[in-house]
Each structure stands twice: as structure tokens, then as C-alpha cells.
């Protein structure tokens, strides 16, 4: 098979959990989905992905994100190269907690201010993240170079998606978020010697972007 010279990424968010509703911070807290309350928005996202053939499927090792994939794209778990590189920011001290019980906090709100710059206690920065979600995205290229892949899916969380939108969109940080059982489609060219992103819509598509 001829090596790649573009690639179709779509990551695209776990449903929704109790967590999400409650609006505390999950990071890497093992959570599962909310159910039945996650089925509408996942049948929306099996259904846009239902025509569509991947090459390679990953997604983030922590449940929300495994059973997600299973509802919106049955039948492909054995396939799947589950990586915990895939994972949501780790917020450390946060994990568990609302802005309700953290915001008279003054570290908590040097935590906000800074954008990501600055980690939380005990947790990742935006730079930590990116530094595992670069390394597992250069996998994904490198495969896609070796093996001729041209379409990829993975399953992960918000934070990683907003970040990975920071990276290749060049989105400000708070602006690259995306909600329940949606995403992105990004479209990386190898062009001069190096893969850049070219493109990039929303999962699903939106109506003004159709």
C-alpha cells in the first residue's frame, strides 16, 4: 500500500456522565457513562459515523470513553488500540470538585488565569498534555506514512480535543471546546517534508457546515 500523503483524523468526546451534569472536574477519575441520558446524543454520532470507513480506531483506555465507542461503533473493539495517552487532562487536587466548592480558592483561580500554563495541584499543564498527545499523534502519522492509512478515529475526551484544536487550529484555549459525543474532523497533508493540518469541521457536521 502506497504511503499517505493525507490523513482524515476525526476524535470526537465520550458521552456524557453524572460528572458532566454535576460539573465536576473528571480528569483521569475512571467514570462511566450516564445511562440511558448518554444514548441521544451517541445515537447522533453513530449515525453520522455510519457510512464511514476507518483504517485504524483508537480511543482512551478510561470506560466513558470504551463505551462510548461501543455504542457508536459496534463491533470494532477487538481492533482497537486503547492508550491511555488518549486520556483527559489530569487535574490533581480538582478531580471531583465544581467550580462551586473551588472558586473562593486562590490557587485554584491562578489555576484558571493562567490558560493552561500552570498545572493544578498535583495534575498536568496544557503543556504536559500535549507533550503524550503529540506523541501518540505522531504514531498515528508515522503509521499512517508506513501502512497507508488515510482514515483514523479515536475517542477521547474534552480537554484532549480542545488541546489537540489549540495545536492544529490554532483555537485560543478556552475556545476549543466541544460537547458531549461530538468532535472534530481534521484533514493533515504531508506537505515539505513535514504533516500539516489543513483543515478542520465539526463531528457531526453542523448545519452551516453542510
Request: with cysteine; net charge negative.
Amino acid at each position: 500500500m502506497a504511503a499517505a500523503q493525507r490523513l482524515e483524523l476525526v476524535v470526537v468526546r465520550h458521552g456524557v456522565t453524572a460528572w458532566n451534569l454535576e460539573r465536576r472536574y473528571q480528569g483521569q477519575r475512571d467514570i462511566p457513562l450516564l445511562l440511558p441520558d448518554a444514548v441521544p446524543d451517541m445515537d447522533r454520532l453513530r449515525d453520522h459515523l455510519a457510512d464511514e470507513a476507518f483504517d485504524a480506531v483508537h480511543c482512551s483506555d478510561l470506560t466513558r470513553c470504551r463505551q462510548t465507542l461501543s455504542h457508536v461503533l459496534p463491533g470494532r473493539e477487538g481492533a482497537v488500540a486503547f492508550d491511555a495517552r488518549l486520556r483527559e487532562l489530569d487535574f490533581g487536587d480538582y478531580e471531583g470538585r465544581t467550580w462551586e466548592e473551588l472558586k473562593d480558592d486562590p490557587r485554584y483561580r491562578a489555576w484558571v488565569d493562567s490558560a493552561g500554563r500552570q498545572a493544578p495541584p498535583g495534575g498536568e499543564s496544557a503543556e504536559d498534555l500535549w507533550a503524550r498527545l503529540e506523541a501518540w499523534l505522531e504514531g498515528v502519522l508515522a503509521r499512517a506514512t508506513e501502512r497507508g492509512h488515510r482514515r483514523v478515529l479515536a475517542v477521547s475526551h474534552g480537554g484532549a480535543i480542545r488541546e489537540l484544536r489549540r495545536r492544529l487550529e490554532g483555537t485560543e484555549f478556552w475556545e476549543g471546546t466541544v460537547g458531549q459525543a461530538q468532535g472534530r474532523h481534521f484533514v493533515i497533508e504531508y506537505k515539505r517534508g513535514g504533516w500539516q493540518c489543513c483543515a478542520s469541521s465539526a463531528v457531526p457536521a453542523r448545519v452551516d457546515e453542510r
